[in-house]
Each structure stands twice: as structure tokens, then as C-alpha cells.
């Protein structure tokens, strides 16, 4: 138990779906990530959120739209999302973004685009 | 850009074998180098660093040196069990912007049999 949840572990849409990540962080982190991670391509970045603000958007189609309401939460909302964006999306977290080594990862959530 | 490169998986070896999971990076700058590692189900965790040339991370018996020379930071270990079964992640650090971005390799999978 790293003291970051996802939910939910697995989803499957359609195309034409609107559904939404969560990712949640018992931990007093002020730093929280999304991440895509995709088979035999290295993990990517997409978007780091500091003190609710965010500070890298690390040019992810608009079909993505992250929400950070507060430390504690982050949302990645999905909407027409195309077959290659199936894939394991983790949530981190971290203390401040000055030290990468401190992130702590979800477990992540298993996406299926049809 | 900055970048790392991993051998492809996956790495399958006997119980009490000798492991050696090659990795290099290009960076423009002087990076701090990780290496992560996903057990099945979970998040990464961060297993080893090391934050400047010829320093040696150590962890769970795993050893990795930063060789500036040859620009790699391989991970080794003496004699693998099968709780080493995982994703093995190799990443390097550098300031973008007033916070540390991590660029991450594709993983290695290590599967070790009994």
C-alpha cells in the first residue's frame, strides 16, 4: 500500500464515452502527476499539478482534461478518446515536484478504448 | 531532448542467477539517474539513485553506478529470486523550469523461475 489509490482498476469504453480517472493520495503531498504508460515505449508525463496548480502540460491532446480541486485529488476526464490511447495510466505523488525520487505511484488504471 | 534506453525484455533467468539490466541516457545537463521498479498490480517504487558521477546506489541487494564516461547506469545483482519478478525502470532527472522533469526508459521485465 503506497497511499495512492486509483479507481477504477480497469475500464472499458467506447469512442464516443465521456468517463473519468480518480486518483487520490493519503500522504500530505502537494505535488500530483498523471502518467501514461504504454507497452515497449518508455512512461510518459503528461500533466504535473503543483499546489493545485498546474505546471506542465506536456502536450496532451485536449481529449484529456486533468482537475486538481485540491492536494488530496486528482481527476483525468477522458472524452472521444481514439483506440490508440488504451493503455495503464498511473497517478503519482509527491511532496514538491523539486524531487522527482519522492513520487509515490497508483497502482494505475487499466484502459480500454474500443 | 533527454532520453534513456533500456535493453528490450523480457530478461528470464534461474533462481541464484547473476542479473545485469543494461541502461544508458543522453541528457542535456547533468542528470541525477533512478531506477524504478513495478511489481506485478502496482505502482512503480523507487528502488536505487545515485546523483553524481562514480556514486553507487544500492538496494535489496541491487547496484547501479553512475558512470559519466559512458553515460550508463546499469543495474546489477549478485543472485535473483523469484520476488524479483517485476518491471525494471531506468530514469534520469534534470531541472525544467524550476521543478526536477524524471524521463523515463520502456522498462525491462525480469522474470526469474524457480
Known amino acids: 500500500e503506497t497511499g495512492v489509490t486509483q479507481t477504477p482498476r480497469h475500464l472499458v469504453m467506447g469512442m464516443t464515452n465521456k468517463k473519468s480517472l480518480k486518483c487520490e493520495q493519503h500522504l500530505g503531498h502537494n505535488a500530483m502527476y498523471w502518467y501514461k504508460q504504454s507497452a515497449k515505449k518508455p512512461l510518459e508525463l503528461m500533466f504535473v499539478?503543483?499546489?493545485?496548480?498546474?505546471?506542465e502540460n506536456n502536450s496532451v491532446p485536449s481529449r484529456f482534461s486533468p482537475e486538481c480541486p485540491n492536494s488530496s485529488h486528482l481527476f483525468l476526464h477522458l472524452h472521444t478518446l481514439q483506440p490508440e490511447d488504451s493503455a495503464l495510466y498511473l497517478c503519482a505523488s509527491s511532496p514538491r515536484t523539486s524531487l522527482p525520487e519522492t513520487q509515490y505511484f497508483g497502482p494505475g488504471t487499466r484502459l480500454l478504448v474500443l | 531532448g533527454n532520453s534513456v534506453t533500456q535493453m528490450e525484455g523480457p530478461v528470464t533467468l534461474s533462481e541464484e542467477a547473476f542479473l545485469t539490466i543494461n541502461c544508458t541516457y543522453t541528457a542535456t545537463g547533468y542528470p541525477s539517474l533512478f531506477w524504478y521498479v513495478q511489481y506485478p498490480g502496482e505502482g512503480l517504487q523507487l528502488l536505487l539513485k545515485a546523483t553524481k558521477a562514480d556514486d553507487k546506489g544500492s538496494n535489496k541487494g541491487f547496484e547501479a553506478t553512475y558512470r559519466k564516461e559512458t553515460t550508463s547506469f546499469h543495474l546489477e545483482k549478485g543472485s535473483v529470486q523469484v520476488s524479483d519478478s517485476a518491471v525494471y525502470f531506468c530514469?534520469?532527472?534534470?531541472?525544467?523550469?524550476?521543478?526536477?522533469?524524471?524521463?523515463f526508459g520502456t522498462g525491462t521485465k525480469l522474470q526469474v523461475i524457480p
Open positions: 499539478y503543483n499546489f493545485k496548480e498546474q505546471t
Open positions: 530514469a534520469l532527472s534534470l531541472d525544467s523550469g524550476g521543478y526536477q522533469k524524471v524521463t
